[in-house]
């Protein structure tokens, strides 16, 4: 069993950074893939990006390379989104997410954090 928490959401202008957290329980973190994802007012959840155990793999949808980055801390039981160059369609609710294999559904998720892009 894994709980999640996010926090690092607020209001910034576009242009400005942010650093998501999403702390974790649980003995097992270090073997689980992480994820982040976001949903908007009016539209579906989508994916952001994604960490393997290790740390050695990352994954990031296209509309955010090069701007995000996603990390983790095995010994702090947390993972970081680093978002930069925000722009205002970024602003959504974001979620990390916890799966057990490489390849399982995501089946733990946070409570979310805001994150607001002003123009």
């Known amino acids: 069993q894994v709980q999640l928490v996010e926090s690092g959401g607020g209001l910034v202008q576009a242009g400005g950074s942010l650093r998501l957290s999403c702390a974790a329980s649980?003995?097992?973190?270090?073997?689980?893939?992480m994820g982040w994802f976001r949903q908007a007012p009016g539209k579906e959840r989508e994916f952001v990006a994604a960490i393997i155990w290790s740390g050695s793999t990352t994954v990031y949808a296209d509309s955010v390379k090069g701007r995000f980055t996603i990390s983790r801390d095995n010994a702090k039981n947390t993972v970081y989104l680093q978002m930069n160059s925000l722009k205002p369609e970024d602003t959504a609710v974001y979620f990390c997410?916890?799966?057990?294999?490489?390849?399982?559904?995501?089946?733990?998720w946070g409570q979310g954090t805001q994150v607001t892009v002003s123009s």
């Open positions: 649980g003995r097992t973190f270090s073997t689980y893939g």
């Open positions: 997410a916890a799966r057990n294999t490489a390849t399982a559904a995501y089946g733990y």
